[in-house]
Each structure stands twice: as structure tokens, then as C-alpha cells.
């Protein structure tokens, strides 16, 4: 922080050298317990609180789209005229237990089909699938080759649904105090690989990279071409601006290897909602205009 007072922004920011890439904020609905949103209304204010701060979309991470009517959210993102660039998955595994790398089949059954309904959902805004945290963690007395090949078999299996729905999957490297199975871009990238789907990407998060990356700029560099979307938070998964992560260069090379899709704030709502979603579009948009 420049000054001691997390208020503040502190990185210059230089308007000319970036590219234009348009800014999202990740919203929940009340009863989700993921702390690093933003916003937690109705999906109906949030999306005119979203749209109303000048965002360009809104993801939204959703436990279960059957607790939510599609076709109200389909008409207000229209009638904002914002975008739904993804749909976040992880609050059913933290809330339900649901695992794609789970020892029991019908834990892991129960997971794939919650994506599918997700994926479905998703098929209404041309939106992406996230899968994070919704892989889980290896279980005790689980061998963790055993957790890999029910992980891969599962994404496989959401992948090729997806690609029904002409809907993308996106795998988001996530740090290790939350799961264990990729940790890392390198990791995904190897996943990436394997699969050989045409629908799956890699989500960077700028929080989980900032942990688990020895250099965000080298492992973005390497995920060249495979990148699908973006997910910024600083260093303390406060705004961009609150924290010690180099935004400025970190967007250089975003522009450097070609992406040109969403940023996707996901933030805690500190120190206030309001002020956090302000602050992130800030940064957001003061970069890349
Ligand atoms: C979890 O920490 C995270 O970053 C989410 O995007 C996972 O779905
Ligand atoms: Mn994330």
C-alpha cells in the first residue's frame, strides 16, 4: 500500500499502452457463504447496482440455477444491456459437499449432474462454466492418481455435455489452502493437454497466481492461447489497487499474448461493497481505455 491507507490506489496507471478489455464483477445471491463477492443481493439489484457502476457484465456464482428464475435474469442483463461472461460453480462443493474428485460415485454423480444444470444454465447468456472449486480436495485414504482420473473423467464429461450447449469450460487453477488438485497454470495446462477438448480453457485468478506462481507474467506468457477468462482480486483479495499485486504490468501481458475477454473482479466486499466494486472498475477500466 503507497501511503499505509488502503484507500488509496496505488498504481499509476497508463491509459495508452493497454489494450480495451471489458470488466465484470462476480455477485451471489444472500445465501452463499463464498466470501470473495462483492455484492450479495437479489440477483435483480445486483445486476442494476452492476450495471449501473459502468461494468460491461456480470458473473454470477450460482450453488444451484433451479433457485433462480432464468428467464428474469435472462431480461435484466438484457434490459442493462450487460453481458454474463461466466458462471461460477464452487458453492456447491463448499455448502454441499458436491466433488468431482469425490471416492463416492454418487457424490461425484450428484457434482456432474449440478454442472450440467449449470452448463444449461450458462447456455442462456453465452456464458463459460467455471470448474474451481467444485474439483475438491483428495480425500483421506484416497490415492491421489485415483482423485486425478475421477477429476479428469468428470470435466471430460462436463466438457462434451457443454459442447452440446456450444458453451466453453473453464478450469481455474485455485491456490492449495482451498483445493488441492491444480494448484498451478503449469498443472492445468497439462490437464488442458490431456483432455484435448476444443471447449476447455484456463481461468487465471490473480489471488490464487500471486500464491501459487513464482512469476504471474511468466505463467500467463506460458498460458498463451489457452487463457478463457480472467479473475482479478489483489494480493489480499481486496480490489485491484488494495493490495501489492502489479496490475500494470500484469495487464502489459495480457495484451502481450492476445486476450482480449473479460476481467472479472472477485473481490471481498471491503471495505465496504459500494467502494470495493468502485474501486475494481477503477482499475479495472483505467487500464485498459
Ligand atoms: C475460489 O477461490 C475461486 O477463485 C473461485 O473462482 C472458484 O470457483
Ligand atoms: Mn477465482
Redesign the pocket.
Same mark, same amino acid.
Not at 14 to 33: G, N, R, Y
Not at 113 to 140: D, P, T, Y
Given at each position: 500500500m503507497k501511503d499505509g491507507n488502503p484507500f488509496t490506489v496505488c498504481h499509476v496507471l497508463d491509459f495508452k499502452e493497454v489494450s480495451e478489455l471489458k470488466a465484470a464483477l462476480v455477485v451471489s445471491t444472500p445465501d452463499a457463504e463464498f466470501e470473495?463477492l462483492a455484492f450479495k443481493d437479489s440477483l435483480k439489484a445486483s445486476v442494476e447496482r452492476v450495471a449501473r457502476l459502468g461494468y460491461d457484465g456480470v458473473e454470477i456464482a450460482i450453488r444451484d440455477p433451479r433457485t433462480v428464475k432464468v428467464s428474469e435474469i435472462v431480461n435484466m442483463v438484457k434490459e442493462k444491456g450487460i453481458e454474463v461472461p461466466a458462471i461460477?460453480?464452487?458453492q456447491a462443493f463448499g455448502q454441499e459437499g458436491l466433488s468431482l474428485s469425490s471416492p463416492d460415485k454418487d457424490i461425484r454423480q450428484k457434482a456432474l449432474a449440478r454442472l450440467k444444470l449449470q452448463i444449461e444454465f450458462a447456455s442462456n447468456f453465452n456464458a463459460k462454466v467455471?470448474l474451481?472449486?467444485i474439483r475438491g480436495k483428495v480425500q483421506r485414504d484416497v490415492k491421489k492418481e485415483d482423485a486425478i482420473k475421477w477429476m479428469i473423467e468428470g470435466i471430460e464429461e462436463c466438457a462434451d455435455y457443454a459442447k452440446r450447449y456450444n458453451v466453453k469450460i473453464l478450469i *481455474?487453477p485455485?491456490n492449495r489452502y482451498?483445493i488441492d488438485l491444480i494448484n498451478t497454470v503449469e498443472e492445468c495446462l497439462d490437464i488442458i493437454k490431456i483432455m484435448n477438448r476444443d471447449n476447455v480453457f484456463i481461468l487465471v485468478?490473480t489471488f490464487?497466481m500471486n500464491i501459487e506462481e513464482p512469476s504471474i507474467t511468466d505463467s500467463i506468457r506460458n498460458a498463451n492461447g489457452n487463457i478463457g477468462h480472467v479473475?482479478v482480486a489483489d494480493s489480499n483479495r481486496w480490489a485491484p489497487g488494495f493490495g501489492h499485486i502489479d496490475f500494470k504490468t500484469i495487464y502489459e501481458v495480457l495484451k502481450e499474448v492476445g486476450y482480449d475477454g473479460y476481467i472479472s473482479a *472477485?473481490i471481498l466486499p471491503k471495505p465496504d461493497p459500494e467502494t470495493a466494486a468502485q474501486q475494481a472498475i477503477k482499475v479495472i477500466k483505467g487500464v485498459f481505455t
Amino acid at each position: 500500500m503507497k501511503d499505509g491507507n488502503p484507500f488509496t490506489v496505488c498504481h499509476v496507471l497508463d491509459f495508452k499502452e493497454v489494450s480495451e478489455l471489458k470488466a465484470a464483477l462476480v455477485v451471489s445471491t444472500p445465501d452463499a457463504e463464498f466470501e470473495a463477492l462483492a455484492f450479495k443481493d437479489s440477483l435483480k439489484a445486483s445486476v442494476e447496482r452492476v450495471a449501473r457502476l459502468g461494468y460491461d457484465g456480470v458473473e454470477i456464482a450460482i450453488r444451484d440455477p433451479r433457485t433462480v428464475k432464468v428467464s428474469e435474469i435472462v431480461n435484466m442483463v438484457k434490459e442493462k444491456g450487460i453481458e454474463v461472461p461466466a458462471i461460477g460453480t464452487g458453492q456447491a462443493f463448499g455448502q454441499e459437499g458436491l466433488s468431482l474428485s469425490s471416492p463416492d460415485k454418487d457424490i461425484r454423480q450428484k457434482a456432474l449432474a449440478r454442472l450440467k444444470l449449470q452448463i444449461e444454465f450458462a447456455s442462456n447468456f453465452n456464458a463459460k462454466v467455471i470448474l474451481g472449486l467444485i474439483r475438491g480436495k483428495v480425500q483421506r485414504d484416497v490415492k491421489k492418481e485415483d482423485a486425478i482420473k475421477w477429476m479428469i473423467e468428470g470435466i471430460e464429461e462436463c466438457a462434451d455435455y457443454a459442447k452440446r450447449y456450444n458453451v466453453k469450460i473453464l478450469i *481455474e487453477p485455485i491456490n492449495r489452502y482451498e483445493i488441492d488438485l491444480i494448484n498451478t497454470v503449469e498443472e492445468c495446462l497439462d490437464i488442458i493437454k490431456i483432455m484435448n477438448r476444443d471447449n476447455v480453457f484456463i481461468l487465471v485468478d490473480t489471488f490464487h497466481m500471486n500464491i501459487e506462481e513464482p512469476s504471474i507474467t511468466d505463467s500467463i506468457r506460458n498460458a498463451n492461447g489457452n487463457i478463457g477468462h480472467v479473475h482479478v482480486a489483489d494480493s489480499n483479495r481486496w480490489a485491484p489497487g488494495f493490495g501489492h499485486i502489479d496490475f500494470k504490468t500484469i495487464y502489459e501481458v495480457l495484451k502481450e499474448v492476445g486476450y482480449d475477454g473479460y476481467i472479472s473482479a *472477485e473481490i471481498l466486499p471491503k471495505p465496504d461493497p459500494e467502494t470495493a466494486a468502485q474501486q475494481a472498475i477503477k482499475v479495472i477500466k483505467g487500464v485498459f481505455t
